[in-house]
């Protein structure tokens, strides 16, 4: 897990009841249930990440996600430019 706490903590963090809590994200991580955007938003703001992230469809995407919002608007700006030329 990113911030190194155990799904228990996480999911106490965003609300839930302890005593589902770890189950729950355990199953949010595997895909088996997908989470109500309010509660994934929780996630990825407990867990310092941009929503996206949570919803990438593959770690070089999720990669690539929080490389993105770490760059400046010019530098987004002239990335952007280079990938459409």
Request: glycine share 8%; net charge positive; hydrophobic share 45%.
């Amino acid at each position: 897990m990113r911030l190194g706490i155990a799904q228990v903590e996480l999911g106490r963090r965003v609300g839930m009841d302890p005593g589902v809590a770890s189950p729950r994200i355990n199953q949010y991580e595997n895909g088996v249930h997908v989470p109500h955007h309010t509660t994934a938003a929780r996630i990825a703001r407990e867990l310092g990440v941009p929503l996206a992230y949570l919803y990438a469809e593959d770690d070089q995407l999720a990669r690539w996600i929080l490389v993105w919002t770490q760059l400046s608007a010019a530098e987004r700006r002239r990335l952007l430019r280079e990938l459409e030329a």
